[in-house]
């Protein structure tokens, strides 16, 4: 390897002159490299930056059935013991996998159709043909009216 990857900065001294200068004005040193990376250090807070007070959104109840803040702040409560039940991060920063639970057949359709393009078109085609047979027997019971077709005054 070269000694390229071993170059390090090393601050010199600063001079007498240049010291009593800033002390006079008051001058304060900024971030150094090594105060920054400190400074990215902090705590977590739980990720959670919208539960400040002054940036959660504003509930609105329009109709009866609309969730209220009191029925909110519940369900935000029953959240937070949920994740707290479950099991914590292993301390050595391994992923552990663990298998998913089965649902049951009833859980797995509720509320969830698939469908293709061609059975769309399929049904699309009944309703369809539905239409054109009631259109049909519309024009049967109406047999009795009197038509002005053009084919007739031809022939």
């Known amino acids: 390897m070269s000694k390229r990857n071993q170059v390090s900065y090393v601050r010199p001294a600063e001079p ?79 992923i552990m996998y663990r298998k998913p639970v089965k649902r049951s057949s009833d859980e797995k359709y509720s509320g969830l159709t698939a469908s293709s393009k061609k059975r769309k078109a399929k049904e699309d085609e009944i309703n369809n043909q539905d239409s054109v047979k009631k259109n049909s027997q519309k024009q049967i019971k109406n047999s009795s009216l009197l038509s002005f077709d053009n084919e007739d005054e031809i022939a």
Do not use: N, W
């Open 16 to 94: 007498a002159f240049l010291a009593r200068f800033k002390e006079r004005v008051g001058y304060r040193e900024g971030p150094t490299v090594e105060t920054k990376r400190t400074q990215l250090q902090l705590p977590d807070e739980d990720g959670d930056h919208s539960d400040k007070e002054d940036e959660q959104p504003q509930v609105v109840v329009l109709k009866k059935g609309d969730l209220s803040v009191e029925e909110v702040m519940k369900i935000k409560a029953e959240i937070k013991a949920a994740k707290a039940d479950e099991e914590p991060a292993a301390v050595d920063g391994r």
